[in-house]
T-cell receptor, first 115, second 111 residues
Framework: GAVVSQHPSWVICKSGTSVKIECRSL??????MFWYRQFPKQSLMLMAT?????????EQGVEKDKFLINHASLTLSTLTVTSAHPEDSSFYIC???????????FGQGTRLTVV | GEDVEQSLFLSVREGDSSVINCTYT??????LYWYKQEPGAGLQLLTY?????DMKQDQRLTVLLNKKDKHLSLRIADTQTGDSAIYFCAESIEGNTPLVFGKGTRLSVIA
């Protein structure tokens, strides 16, 4: 099946710094990718929809200036957490719809810890 | 709005069957999914079912859908310790739309 690769799988950063997370579709093109966030013992919540060649759309309550999304090619979307704070510590995971239109393929996720 | 509900915990003995239940509110849901998440890992798609189906079986997994009641269940036959994980129910309107997830059911398998 299709593969979505997410990198890094975990990262620890200091408060105030920025962290970039990459999401790649390895063997298919993804004009759309979704970014989710999962806090401990919570479900996955959609943060934003990344669209190739255009601006991302953000869910209510998600700060677009803090969570920068760039989808510059058909196989790569990046999420940059700017000026990270400890409350941004979470599990971030991306997904891309498969070409068949029935499945969503998820990356491995990135566990971000801000200290 | 969209809402997906699951019970939070389930504990079964090894070798028994596990049944994880899920209810959803969006009647326009077309695809219903079950994902497995092991500790510290990403999501693994176990199976999915179209809304026009009643049942789907894949080896030890059986998915039942009652569209009228908006109720979905996942049955795992002969549950093994390796099945211990969090199981997420999710729905989407179309295959290329974002998924709405339940909070996940933590399955504990007792040897």
């Amino acid at each position: 099946g299709a593969v979505v690769s997410q990198h890094p799988s975990w990262v620890i950063c200091k408060s105030g710094t920025s962290v970039k997370i990459e999401c790649r579709s390895l063997d298919f093109q993804a004009t759309t990718m979704f970014w989710y966030r999962q806090f401990p013992k919570q479900s996955l919540m959609l943060m934003a929809t990344s669209n190739e060649g255009s601006k991302a759309t953000y869910e209510q309550g998600v700060e677009k200036d803090k969570f920068l999304i760039n989808h510059a090619s058909l196989t790569l979307s990046t999420l940059t957490v700017t000026s990270a704070h400890p409350e941004d510590s979470s599990f971030y995971i991306c997904s891309a719809p498969g070409q068949s239109g029935t499945e969503a393929f998820f990356g491995q996720g990135t566990r971000l810890t801000v200290v | 709005g969209e809402d997906v509900e699951q019970s939070l915990f389930l504990s079964v003995r090894e070798g028994d069957s596990s049944v994880i239940n899920c209810t959803y509110t969006d009647s326009s849901s077309t695809y219903l999914y079950w994902y497995k998440q092991e500790p510290g890992a990403g999501l693994q798609l176990l199976t999915y079912i179209f809304s026009n189906m009643d049942m789907k079986q894949d080896q030890r997994l059986t998915v039942l859908l009652n569209k009228k009641d908006k109720h979905l269940s996942l049955r795992i036959a002969d549950t093994q310790t390796g099945d211990s994980a969090i199981y997420f129910c999710a729905e989407s309107i179309e295959g290329n739309t974002p998924l709405v997830f339940g909070k996940g059911t933590r399955l504990s398998v007792i040897a």
